[in-house]
Nanobody
Framework: EVQLVESGGGLVQPGGSLRLSCVASGFTFSSYDMSWVRQAPGKGREWVSMIGGGGGSTSYADSVKGRFTISRDNAKNMLYLQMNSLKPEDTAVYYC??????????WGQGTQVTVSS
């Protein structure tokens, strides 16, 4: 069974940092690209970042480029999102996502990030 479990969210002041983690199980982690997607209150889902299976290729939404860094540790089946210079508009539930397993996307339960003074 595919499982994705996020952690690391919380309340942080503007300008602060958080590191999100996602532990994956039930599939060959290193064979799949992984993504972070977020959903702010009352808004639709927004893709944030993606990393290739080997970790060598990454991409970011313009809204987070230069502030967020995605990484992975394939030996530990872990995905990370380092978030710096956080803004109130980064407030959202952040999800770890893997696409293309048995023809469907799989999502974690999400972790809440709140940026507020």
């Amino acid at each position: 069974e595919v499982q994705l479990v996020e952690s690391g969210g919380g309340l942080v002041q503007p300008g602060g940092s958080l590191r999100l983690s996602c532990v994956a199980s039930g599939f060959t982690f290193s064979s799949y690209d992984m993504s972070w997607v977020r959903q702010a209150p009352g808004k639709g889902r927004e893709w944030v970042s993606m990393i290739g299976g080997g970790g060598g290729s990454t991409s970011y939404a313009d809204s987070v480029k230069g502030r967020f860094t995605i990484s992975r540790d394939n030996a530990k089946n872990m995905l990370y999102l380092q978030m710096n210079s956080l803004k109130p508009e980064d407030t959202a539930v952040y999800y770890c996502v893997v696409a293309g397993i048995a023809g469907s996307d799989r999502w974690g339960q999400g972790t809440q990030v709140t940026v507020s003074s």
